[in-house]
Nanobody, 114 residues
Framework: QVQLVESGGALVQAGDSLRLSCLAS????????MQWYRQAPGMKRDLVAA???????YYGDSVKGRFTISRDNDKNMVFLQMFGLEPEDTAVYYC????????WGKGTLVTVSS
């Protein structure tokens, strides 16, 4: 079972930037793909971005051009650099390693005020 710990969430103003981090503990073989999801109150959990080790990067339409996903394979970490934050970005952000199974951390809260 993989353990995921997200951090970096904060209360910020519209237009600000923020960098989220996720530390994953588990077998490296199951960390080939790492993802960021977010969930706003009353809403379903949506995929924000994904990155495969040495491969494909995906961004959701609502964040494309504003968010950048990256990873540090030596540290088993994935990052989400967010620019131009908007109130609509307010959510709890979670990371996930789908190859490891359906396991989730506690998330980190990002609140963007207008």
């Amino acid at each position: 079972q993989v353990q995921l710990v997200e951090s970096g969430g904060a209360l910020v103003q519209a237009g600000d930037s923020l960098r989220l981090s996720c530390l994953a503990s588990g077998r490296p073989i199951c960390l080939s793909s790492m993802q960021w999801y977010r969930q706003a109150p009353g809403m379903k959990r949506d995929l924000v971005a994904a990155i495969v080790r040495g491969g494909t990067i995906y961004y959701g339409d609502s964040v494309k051009g504003r968010f950048t996903i990256s990873r540090d394979n030596d540290k088993n970490m994935v990052f989400l650099q967010m620019f131009g934050l908007e109130p609509e970005d307010t959510a709890v952000y979670y990371c996930n390693a789908p190859t490891c199974g359906d396991y989730w951390g506690k998330g980190t809260l990002v609140t963007v005020s207008s």
